[in-house]
């Protein structure tokens, strides 16, 4: 099996999918829009930086899916899907995720954001296997507005793509890894082919530093 892994946001969308999302909370009105944006804007700038705390931050998101009935919460989500994520679509991410395809690959995602809002995308692009911050559940199945497990994000990423790795009796052997953020630079490192994709400054500076790839799927064709 060759592995290849993918990040989502700002990588194959054209956008971070969890700041979007607080945004689009925003827009419909179901959070207050002074002190929910302000919020949202502050652990993304922590994202940017390096230095999110991963859990407050997911719980700071998770918590507008606590207790509320699933129903609702899927038409949301799919009113998200069809404006927002439609909006950040990329037709060259879906080539390039085709191109593995073809190769015999084995396709994954690997993203810091949440599961609530990263499935439905991995589903769309087509791929079969997604490692997401989960976000945990009740015994009725409701949202508890917490983290389960480790949350997938820097070191996070590299402990719970390990723990696959062992529960499916696979290696990295031949593997490629595609991000655009310095956050996912201990994972890069792992791989066998780190590509960097429309990167921020800093993976740019180490990319170009390493000889890795930079790919950008966002450039006219």
Not at 65 to 83: A, C, F, V
Not at 124 to 148: H, S
Not at 154 to 169: I, P
Not at 195 to 210: F, I
Request: charge should be negative; hydrophobic fraction near 40%; aromatic fraction near 10%.
């Amino acid at each position: 099996m060759t592995l290849a892994i993918f990040d989502l946001d700002n990588t194959l969308i054209a956008g971070d999918s969890d700041h979007l999302w607080g945004e689009f909370l925003i827009d419909q009105g179901i959070v207050d829009a002074d002190g929910f944006k302000a919020a949202n804007d502050g652990f993304f700038q922590d994202y940017q930086d390096g230095r999110l705390d991963i859990f407050a931050y997911q719980e700071f998101v998770l918590g507008v899916l606590k207790g509320r009935p699933l129903e609702e919460l899927d038409r949301l989500r799919q009113r998200y899907m069809d404006t927002v994520i439609d909006s950040i679509w990329l037709p060259a991410a879906e080539q390039l995720i085709a191109d593995h395809r073809e190769r015999g690959h084995t396709l994954m995602i690997i993203t810091a954001t949440n599961d609530f809002i990263t499935a439905p995308i991995a589903a769309r692009l087509g791929v079969p296997w997604l490692i997401a911050t989960q976000a945990a559940t009740d015994a009725d199945g409701l949202y508890t507005g917490r983290v389960q497990g480790i949350p997938s994000y820097q070191y996070g990423k590299v402990e719970r793509l390990s723990e696959w790795l062992v529960e499916h009796q696979e290696t990295l052997d031949g593997s490629y890894f595609y991000s655009d953020s310095h956050n996912d630079l201990p994972l890069l490192r792992k791989v066998d082919h780190p590509v960097a994709v429309d990167p921020d400054p800093t993976l740019e500076r180490h990319a170009r530093e390493l000889g890795w790839p930079i790919l950008s799927l966002r450039a006219p064709s």
